[in-house]
């Protein structure tokens, strides 16, 4: 035989394939390639790696060479993030290994660069403002001072800015020259980051007139009614004699006036309305009588419609945060979502029209929920969600963003779509805007816990779920690619029941065990696998699913219950228990997730929490572990002896004061530590390791 192995199968592979299986975007990761421990290749074989995910082997093949005992290497360099596998053929049609399943994701990284962006033609005397932006990455932990210089005399205001610590925000300057010349203007750091290259500028003694002119107006229009353009001179004086202006269309209207003119010397805008006589699609465009650059022309679309419609739930327009939202058939339905779930968001985008309206429809009527949104990132905090909405500040003309989080509501009556629930059924906009679309393929993860994931009292003393760790870990996250759905109750623990009423079940209700095992769990008393009462998070398949649709599981799930078993004075035994089961059965509903056991902030502080709960989780993770002796995507999260001590020894700052529960400052030291612990878990292939802050 030529390539082959002596006694092996013609099933059985030749050579193994292994390596790690949760990459970083742009890092290295060495895969090995070994002969089979029953194959003797009688002839060299050439195997050659192949990637479902973008990104670059080095080499493009490798050899094993005839009679070869020892192993080869190569590399692989994943270019975007994303989930996907591994594989390889060989020379001689032998029996190829498995493939592997990889995960990659970005971790973000520090800014080093920044550019600078402004005028290189400057008039003498007149001010230009240059804006310095920092790179990609997130904030320094330090301030960053940037001196600007040039070779032109002339007076920078100020002399130099700062880039403040936790800041990516650009900073600005002017500078005025003082005289005409050609010359360079450079920026410098002091060493603290890669600085851009020079600008060259130019700098007269006088300005010269504008040379052009911008068109800007509505693209959607209803037909028989006006619409503004508006026509802006571009940088430079005025013309020394008068400039007319003359739109048209192809398609059918009436523009008033016919003509615009721009007078001598004059930098003002002019405006005028276009008014289409029928429905349908044409272009706009503008000529000029001078030698004016013309504005590129533009497509507008008339309608018909008057009456506002109403972006339902189910539309690609809407986006719901993963294993939060029931709806009105189950987990679907397009009238509308419901969510009991503190910290559970959804986000619409559309395409606005030239004089916008969006109302937003909330509810229940009696509800005692509050959202907090972001329109296009800006925020408007702490709203009753009893009535609807009607947003403001609405952008004409360009794709809107709408991103809505439930920040707080009533421990009461929220299971079983209680009335202290958000609903969501829809966005009414004007006829002329249109639905825009949410991009929904991004893999998952599920925060569960308690009242310090709920944000209890996070907010100096006031319910706050932005103010927890879980808002802070949720966008860390999402920086990193991935969504986070928040599954938490106030009062609840593994075998504690939720809320005030405690009408919530257990997270993962078992009774009647024995030293911490056994027992029997109880289904009806449990949430693990609800949505809501009677909605399933599962899929057909009995998989968590991020919207009820199957091969939708998620890629980490983290835990921090206990706490608040510990505080109810609960089982022991029967806490331990479930626990272990709960980890148990969440690592069948999602095989290849990470599972993060996060130890309750307080519970090395003995003041507040008997010695033997830490012990309780400890036992339970090394229950699970012996039960999964190889799950080397199961970490535990204890921030150690030092940090619970500093969180609970300054209360009133740090943790309430009766130290059950943490405080925004508390919450952004907690937030950073799991955060850094559950990425830097996710991007290294380490085995059944405890970390520790």
């Not at 060495?30 to 003797?40: H, L, N, V």
């Not at 503008?286 to 030698?291: A, K």
């Not at 696998?529 to 998989?543: P, R, V, W």
């Not at 572990?625 to 209360?651: H, M």
């Amino acid at each position: 035989m030529t390539d082959s192995s002596t006694a092996t199968s013609a099933s059985m592979p030749a050579y193994t394939l292994t390596g790690p299986v949760s990459l970083s975007v742009g890092s290295k990761a060495t895969y090995t390639i070994a002969p089979a421990s029953d194959t003797i290749l009688t002839a060299a074989l050439t195997i050659t790696p192949t990637s479902t995910l973008a990104g670059t082997f080095t080499p493009a093949s490798v050899t094993l060479a005839a009679g070869a005992t020892t192993a080869v290497t190569f590399i692989f360099v994943p270019s975007v993030a994303g989930s996907g596998t591994i594989s390889t053929t060989n020379s001689a049609s032998l029996t190829d290994p498995a493939s592997l399943s990889v995960v990659a994701i970005a971790i973000p990284t520090t800014f080093t660069t920044y550019t600078i962006a402004g005028s290189t033609t400057l008039i003498a005397g007149v001010p230009a403002t240059y804006t310095l932006t920092p790179g990609s990455g997130t904030a320094l932990s330090t301030d960053v001072t940037l001196t600007p210089a040039c070779t032109l005399g002339g007076t920078f205001s100020p002399a130099s800015v700062t880039i403040p610590a936790g800041s990516t925000t650009a900073v600005t300057f002017t500078f005025t020259v003082s005289g005409g010349g050609v010359g360079t203007l450079s920026i410098s750091s002091g060493g603290a980051l890669t600085n851009p290259a020079d600008l060259f500028i130019t700098a007269s003694a006088s300005e010269n007139p504008f040379s052009e002119y911008a068109l800007t107006g509505p693209r959607s229009l209803i037909a028989g009614t006006a619409a503004t353009y508006t026509l802006t001179p571009g940088t430079g004086a005025g013309n020394s004699s008068a400039i007319t202006v003359t739109p048209s269309c192809t398609l059918s209207g009436t523009f008033f006036p016919q003509t615009s003119t721009f007078p001598a010397g004059s930098t003002q805008p002019l405006t005028f309305t276009f008014t289409p006589a029928l429905t349908g699609t044409g272009t706009l465009s503008v000529v000029n009588t001078g030698t004016l650059t013309n504005p590129p022309s533009f497509t507008i679309t008339a309608l018909t419609v008057t009456t506002p419609y109403t972006l339902a739930v189910d539309s690609a327009a809407f986006l719901f945060s993963p294993g939060n939202w029931s709806g009105d058939e189950g987990r679907d339905g397009s009238a509308w979502r419901s969510t009991w779930n503190v910290g559970a968001w959804f986000q619409v985008a559309w395409l606005a029209s030239s004089t916008p309206t969006a109302t937003l429809h909330l509810g229940p009527e009696n509800t005692g929920a509050y959202i907090t949104y972001f329109l296009n990132n800006v925020v408007t905090s702490t709203l009753s969600a009893q009535t609807d909405l009607t947003l403001s500040d609405i952008v004409p003309g360009q794709i809107n963003t709408l991103e809505v989080f439930l920040t707080r509501t009533p421990t009461t009556s929220r299971w079983n779509k209680g009335t202290n629930c958000l609903t969501v059924s829809g966005m009414t906009v004007d006829a002329a805007s249109s639905a825009g679309y949410v991009v929904t393929a991004r893999p998952w993860g599920k925060l569960v816990g308690d009242d310090t994931t709920e944000g209890t009292m996070a907010d100096n003393g006031t319910d706050n779920v932005l103010s927890s760790y879980s808002y802070l870990l949720l966008r860390a996250m999402e920086v990193a690619g991935y969504a986070t759905g928040v599954s938490a109750c106030a009062g609840s623990g593994y075998i504690t029941p939720g809320d005030t009423t405690q009408d919530v079940p257990a997270f993962y209700s078992v009774s009647g065990s024995s030293n911490g095992a056994g027992g029997l769990y109880d289904d009806t008393k449990s949430r693990w696998n609800l949505i809501d009462s009677g909605i399933s998070a599962l899929d057909s398949d009995s998989m968590l699913s991020a919207y009820g649709d199957g091969s939708t599981q998620p890629a980490w799930i983290a835990f921090n219950l206990l706490a608040q078993d510990a505080l109810a004075y609960a089982s022991q035994s029967d806490a331990q228990a479930a626990m272990t089961q709960s980890l148990l059965a969440h690592r069948e509903a999602a095989p290849d997730a990470w599972l993060f056991a996060v130890m309750p902030f307080g519970f090395h502080y003995a003041t507040t929490y008997s010695a033997t709960w830490p012990q309780i989780f400890n036992n339970a993770v090394s229950a699970y572990k012996s039960a999964n002796p190889d799950d080397d995507q199961f970490v535990v999260i204890d921030v150690g002896t030092r940090l619970s001590v500093l969180l609970e020894s300054n209360r009133g700052w740090y943790t309430s004061t009766d130290g059950h529960q943490l405080l925004e400052p508390g919450h952004a030291i907690f937030a950073a530590t799991v955060a850094t612990l559950m990425l830097g878990s996710m991007t290294t292939q380490t085995t059944r390791t405890y970390l520790y802050y």
